[in-house]
């Protein structure tokens, strides 16, 4: 399984980006799979989840971090088996090394050990 995360880059505060993740391997729709981020001496952290089919789940319900709701929106494209996290609103405080990562299983959790492949990050950088 391989995850290539793409759309970092660097924008003003107020902007906005979207980030893709492109899975090769593994089909997205039966698993969860999750944006998380690192800040420069921060630890990871979840940013948006969205769930996969499941037998307790239809699949495409999604989750968000407080910082982040209302301002990101995560969803996937089955025909092109790609994540997106599309950020609007962007802040100074939502830069950092974006990762996508996919769970075997379809719930989603915010825990890093659920997610056992990972993308290699993008970088997004907000200016003030």
């Known amino acids: 399984v391989q995850l290539q995360a793409s759309g970092g880059g660097t924008v003003q505060a107020g902007g906005s980006l979207r980030l893709s993740c492109a899975a090769s391997?593994?089909?997205?729709?039966?698993?969860?799979t999750a944006w998380f981020r690192q800040a420069p001496g921060k630890e990871r952290e979840f940013v948006a989840g969205i769930s996969g089919v499941g037998t307790h789940t239809a699949g495409g319900n999604t989750n968000y971090a407080d910082s982040v709701k209302g301002r990101f929106t995560i969803s996937r494209d089955d025909s092109k088996n790609t994540v997106y996290l599309q950020m609007n609103s962007l802040k100074a405080e939502d830069t950092a090394v974006y990762y996508c990562a996919t769970s075997d299983f379809p719930i989603i959790t915010h825990g890093l050990p659920s997610y056992h492949y990972w993308g290699q990050g993008t970088q997004v950088t907000v200016s003030s």
């Open positions: 391997g593994r089909t997205f729709s039966y698993y969860a």
